[in-house]
């Protein structure tokens, strides 16, 4: 995956917190929007922005997590997947890591 793909946000070192979105999606704005004013930070991908080769291989990423490719897809230091807009499930795995 191509880091210049690869968008962070700055906020409060919550362990690695991956979203994978896509740049129309209403959920996936509302996921942004939730982390933002949980002041976290977070790295994104609005995955229908890349080209074919990245977007297949991004694809591949979130399929180990989430089978059914669905968006938004958040993935917690490598250990934890919230998908779809679940801002509950988001705020109490938020608030637990590190």
């Given at each position: 995956m191509a880091?210049?793909?690869?968008?962070?946000?700055d906020g409060d070192d919550r362990g690695r917190i991956m979203l994978y979105a896509l740049s129309t999606c209403m959920?996936?704005?509302?996921?942004?929007?939730?982390?933002?004013?949980?002041?976290?930070?977070?790295?994104?991908?609005?995955v229908d922005l890349l080209e074919k080769?990245?977007?297949?291989e991004v694809t591949e990423d979130?399929?180990?997590?989430?089978?059914?490719?669905?968006?938004?897809?958040?993935?917690?230091?490598?250990?934890k997947c919230i998908i779809g807009?679940?801002?509950?499930?988001?705020q109490a795995e938020l608030q637990t890591a590190r």
């Open positions: 880091d210049h793909n690869l968008k962070h946000i959920w996936c704005r509302k996921t942004r929007q939730l982390l933002g004013d949980l002041g976290v930070a977070y790295d994104m991908i609005d080769q990245e977007r297949e979130i399929k180990k997590w989430n089978p059914d490719c669905t968006f938004p897809t958040v993935v917690i230091n490598n250990d807009y679940n801002p509950d499930e988001l």
